[in-house]
């Protein structure tokens, strides 16, 4: 079988509200498109049916499922590690990022990046749907604490101001290395695939991309965040002495 040009996976967890609409739209997009691609949705132990409505509204779709929730950072390397694509990108069920945002992202990677990082901080205009005061807030903060716990060794690091933005894509050979490397399966696992990345040697490159908050967001306003600080706080020391660090 050939291999696609794109993979995109969707991680989700109890989505059986809007995967519908969103595999709607994300299938009608790839449909016009001229290259190969698969599409992956990684139920991450829903309890609402989801993996049923995917199943039976986008037969089509590769459905990985997890046995029970684990996290979205587990999900998101199921789905890299199941996927085949050339080029390889996971974006978030809500489409907080429009899929016509493909685009810029499959030219950022063809261009020779290897990991290619949506941004809502180089071009403020791109967010079209602000997130309440607080939350950016704590965004920020939550940056800050990044760049001294975590990316202080790497000067390309130290340049990325949007970690968290779930729409990010990789070449295969990249996702490979990283995705078999990650160890965190919590919303930690964006800063760790960047470590890690930045450990490898591997081409980081930042783009602009439209965003659209979702007031219905999982991410709960403490517990996340002090679980993703918790995280964070591990990554330097999980791979400070493994093979995986080393290269």
Not at 182 to 208: H, S
């Amino acid at each position: 079988m050939a291999q696609p040009h794109l993979s995109l996976i969707i991680p989700a967890y109890n989505e059986a509200g809007r995967i519908g609409r969103t595999l709607q739209a994300v299938l009608a997009y790839l449909r016009q498109q001229p290259y190969e691609s698969e599409l992956i949705v990684v139920d991450d132990g829903s309890t609402d049916g989801t993996a049923e409505l995917v199943r039976r509204t986008a037969p089509e779709v590769l459905l990985v499922q997890l046995p029970r929730n684990r996290g979205k950072g587990a999900a998101v390397r199921q789905g890299m590690l199941a996927a085949r694509g050339r080029y390889r990108v996971f974006t978030d069920a809500d489409l907080s990022t429009p899929i016509e945002e493909l685009a810029r992202m499959l030219e950022c990677l063809e261009k020779g990046a290897d990991v290619c990082v949506g941004s809502r901080e180089l071009d403020p205009s791109t967010v079209r749907r602000p997130q309440p005061a607080y939350r950016r807030w704590m965004g920020r903060l939550f940056r800050r604490l990044v760049q001294w716990l975590v990316f202080r060794e790497f000067p390309q690091l130290r340049a990325i101001e949007d970690t968290q933005c779930g729409f990010k894509g990789f070449r295969a050979e990249a996702a490979e290395r990283l995705f078999r490397c990650a160890r965190l399966d919590g919303f930690g696992f964006d800063v760790e695939l960047l470590y890690l990345a930045a450990r490898f040697g591997l081409r980081i490159v930042q783009i602009p991309v439209l965003w659209y908050n979702d007031p219905h967001s999982r991410v709960r306003l403490l517990r996340d965040p002090l679980r993703m600080l918790i995280e964070v706080a591990r990554i330097r020391h999980l791979h400070r002495h493994t093979m995986c660090s080393a290269g």
